[in-house]
């Protein structure tokens, strides 16, 4: 059957590229029709930029009509969460006290996604400064889930995951601080990945928490995640915390299956809070990698009960430094005030929402003089827990696996009101974060209301191989087609 032109696979749409059956432009003009199609229903985006992405799409034909073949993304629609900066093109973070900012400089992985053809068709909603679960923190309304559109659509990342989810974009990057990538891929049945800390650049990138925070691909494939991660990755002279070494090759071992592989199942990420189908789909994921000839052993790594805690002390610090640097001086908003003080107070209780304010406040509590040691401290010891854990855990097997999420898609305004409900939405992930890991969500399946779940593949830190080689058994053995599926419910 042929496919529509929004339903292909970054993979496949670059066959037809090369083949001469479409053009980029003919991807790019589906892409967008698709965006406003489903936009008033989705709010998947902030800014679209059809006719930059027009632009793009003429010119990556015309390279490729001369020879001159850019890679793996030439000529591929994508989108950007709006916390990567695009030169010329309004970046806001979802926050007010942007508003109107219109970045001078690309984020690398802006420049990288350009150098290699790829066309950005726009810039994709989050939950504001990339805080929350579910996008409803965005200062500009929240993104809906195109499985249901009375549901979330996950977040930080959510424009991003609906984006791609609906076929308003090939692939999509989106950022990783506690679980923002992969948390949105299992609510809207897709692939989402954080890679190893250090190996894609932040430079550009609106910061949350500095320690934490990743750059990664959402894609409707494992095949187009490891396309998108390698067009991306490297080392970057402007990013002080980029990796320098030898990276890894993510699609060497994507045909290999798990036969021999010695696979761990995290004991603690399961029983209360998770959702009854949830658990199913991923014992029942667990058992037949066993039946593909993967070794599965049930680990403890006790320290993931206290990772959130920790998360919730070492994000927020971070994030009360990264954040004062919007003052109404520099950037977007700027309130009134007698003096320069008030004019600060001004802007920052006008400009960030309220989850923003929350964080700002922990962030410089934990962090204040007679307090560091009871709460930065010990979160940082847990920190230090969690890599032992994990290093004990990858001494006995080859990668780590649990659910995404504790639960499928939740409803539209049934967190808001409780912080710590929204908080355990990424209970599964936040370990991975903390020590610095790759991590991977895979679509596996639906529950009873016809909503995607996610399975995680985590492995150590720069085994992206490795977590590539189960992610791809994993969705040959789910062979979950999203597309296919989820076209009635957005027209
Ligand atoms: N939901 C988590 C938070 O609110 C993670 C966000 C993220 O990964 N950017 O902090």
């Not at 790019?28 to 698709?34: G, T």
């Not at 400089?105 to 066309?119: N, P």
């Not at 990339?130 to 424009?159: C, L, Q």
């Not at 304010?357 to 827990?385: C, N, P």
Request: some cysteine.
């Amino acid at each position: 059957m042929n496919k529509p032109l929004h339903d292909l696979s970054i993979a496949e749409a670059g066959e037809k590229l090369r083949s001469g059956e479409v053009a980029s432009s003919d991807l790019v003009e589906a892409v967008i029709k698709r965006a406003h199609l489903t936009e008033a229903q989705l709010h998947a985006f902030l800014t679209l930029d059809s006719e930059g992405a027009r632009e793009a799409a003429a010119s990556a034909d015309d390279d490729l009509a001369k020879g001159k073949d850019r890679g793996p993304l030439h000529g591929i629609p994508v989108a950007l969460k709006d916390n990567m900066t695009t030169r010329g093109l309004e970046t806001t973070a979802s926050s007010q006290i942007l508003a109107g900012y219109v970045p001078p400089y690309d984020a690398t992985v802006v420049t990288k996604l350009r150098d290699a053809g790829a066309v950005i068709v726009g810039k994709t909603n989050l939950d504001e400064f990339a805080m929350g679960s579910s996008t409803e923190n965005s200062g500009y309304g929240m993104s809906f889930n195109p499985w249901d559109i009375t549901r979330v659509p996950g977040g930080s990342s959510g424009g991003s995951a609906a984006a791609v989810a609906a076929g308003s974009g090939l692939g999509a990057l989106g950022s990783d601080t506690g679980g923002s990538i992969r948390q949105p891929a299992a609510l809207t049945g897709i692939v989402g990945l954080k890679p190893t800390y250090g190996t894609v650049s932040r430079y550009g990138l609106i910061a949350f928490a500095s320690s934490l925070d990743q750059i990664g691909p959402l894609t409707q494939t494992v095949e187009d995640a490891a396309l998108m991660l390698e067009t991306v990755w490297g080392h970057d002279p402007l990013d002080a915390t980029s990796y320098s070494g030898e990276y890894p090759d993510p699609s060497t071992d994507l045909d290999r299956g798990v036969d021999g592989m010695k696979i761990g199942v995290v004991s603690e990420l399961t029983g209360e809070g998770y959702e009854p189908a949830v658990e199913s789909a991923v014992s029942e994921m667990v058992e037949r990698l066993e039946g593909a000839g993967a070794e599965i052993v049930e680990l403890s790594l006790p320290t993931f009960e206290i990772a959130l805690s920790a998360y919730y002390l070492i994000a927020p610090a971070e994030c009360s430094a990264n954040l004062a640097r919007f003052d109404g001086i520099r950037y977007g908003l700027r309130a009134e005030g007698a003096t320069t003080e008030e004019l600060m107070a001004a802007t920052r209780a006008q400009g960030f929402g309220p989850e923003v304010i929350r964080r700002i406040l922990l962030g410089t509590y934990a962090l204040s003089a007679g307090y560091y040691d009871a709460f930065y401290g010990q979160a940082q010891k847990v920190r230090a827990g969690i890599q032992e854990d994990f290093a004990r855990a990858y001494s006995l097997v080859d990668a780590l696996v649990s659910p995404t999420s504790p639960t499928v898609a939740f409803k539209a305004g049934d967190r808001v009101d409780d912080p710590m409900a929204m908080y355990l939405s990424d209970i599964c992930t936040i370990p991975s974060n903390l020590a610095g890991h790759p991590a991977v969500s895979v679509p596996i399946g639906l529950d009873e209301r016809q909503l995607p779940i996610g399975f995680q593949v985590m492995a150590p830190a720069l085994g992206e191989s490795t977590m590539f080689r189960v992610a791809a058994e994993v969705e040959r053995i789910a062979s979950f087609e999203a597309r296919a599926q989820i076209a009635e419910v957005v027209g």
